[in-house]
């Protein structure tokens, strides 16, 4: 549930739903986007529009009333604490499982990570739901080494079905959201799960040194939301990272003689240069304005910056 924060645009947004949907009641109704308990406590707390929900849920129009958390691990067991959820849902990938590589708690040393999230909902009994389990879609699109190594351990395996399978084998993950932009992608989902065969703990540690293995090759955790669009000075943002990352371990490579990193390289500057140059990293002015979008926290203009020099020194 997001919007304006007001009881009366809360009550219209829920009725809404209910005749858009032409149910009498939801299943779950989720509170979008908790950071901290002011950030509740301004949207649903101060204008009592969560005791109104509340009084929803006796009446049995919401059977089951939960949250979405995108703060850091100091900030979510104030949020727990306010009601008895049913259920909350969190980023839980096997990247960013030891640590959020995205620029989480990047204020006041604060840290994220999906393993105190998880292990802190278990702990508390509240059932978890996972976003990003393939990040956006980045875990399906894996450096070429990575995807070897997991293809050597899982040879039945594609690496978003790697990250799907890590996810699925946590006990107390009730649902898994894979975000599918084709019916190749759903069919392959739903044979995964179609007799899941769930990682065992060693498995499960596999996975976390693909975690290292990943984060090593220099990607950009971006997950290609779009939050951060439209750019005012024009770029793509999200393209240019996809870019980026289609060959990030040899562009970052030191030793640019070996015929695969030297391939690699080309094929990304063929990509690079064949955006409009207006789309281009070169055309960052540096402005910020992406940077309060974006909900991994990314340091967006650095990262243009990075791009385009290492654009020009290939070039």
């Known amino acids: 549930m997001n919007g304006p924060a007001t009881l009366a645009a809360g009550k219209e947004m829920f009725e809404t739903s209910l005749k858009n949907l032409q149910v009498q009641y939801v299943d779950f109704l989720l509170l979008h986007n908790l950071q901290n308990i002011n950030g509740f406590k301004s949207r649903f707390g101060d204008n009592k529009l969560f005791g109104w929900l509340k009084q929803q849920k006796a009446a049995g129009r919401i059977r089951h009333l939960g949250f979405s958390f995108h703060g850091s691990n100091a900030e979510l067991p104030a949020l727990v604490d306010l009601y008895d959820w049913d259920f909350v849902q969190i980023q839980l990938n096997y990247v960013d499982w030891k640590e959020m590589s995205r620029g989480w708690g990047s204020g006041g040393g604060s840290v994220t990570t999906s393993e105190f999230l998880y292990n802190y909902l278990v702990g508390k009994g509240i059932p978890v739901l996972v976003m990003e389990p393939v990040k956006g879609g980045a875990l ?31 006990p107390g993950v009730m649902v898994t959201l894979s975000g599918m932009s084709n019916m190749e992608q759903l069919k392959e989902n739903v044979s995964l799960f179609t007799g899941f065969k769930p990682f065992d703990e060693e498995e499960r540690a596999f996975m976390l040194t693909v975690a290292d293995l990943y984060k090593s090759k220099g990607q950009i955790p971006c997950t290609a939301c779009s939050y951060c669009m439209p750019c005012p000075a ?38 690079y240069e064949g955006q409009d140059k207006a ?25 243009m910056v990075r791009i385009r020099e290492l654009a020009a020194k290939i070039r």
């Not at 070429?144 to 084998?169: Q, W, Y």
């Not at 990272?241 to 030793?255: C, P």
């Open 140 to 170: 399906a699109n894996v450096s070429e080494g990575v995807a070897a190594v997991m293809r050597e351990r899982h040879p039945d395996l594609t690496p978003a079905a790697n990250a799907l399978t890590f996810v699925g084998s946590l």
């Open 234 to 271: 024009g770029v793509d943002i999200p393209g240019n990272f996809k870019i980026f990352n289609s060959a990030s371990d040899a562009l970052l490579a030191t030793d640019i003689s070996r015929k695969d990193v030297a391939d690699k390289r080309n094929a990304f500057l063929k990509l």
């Open 279 to 303: 789309i281009r990293a070169d055309a960052c002015v540096g402005c910020n304005a992406c940077l309060p979008k974006c909900p991994q926290h990314i340091s967006i203009p650095q990262h």
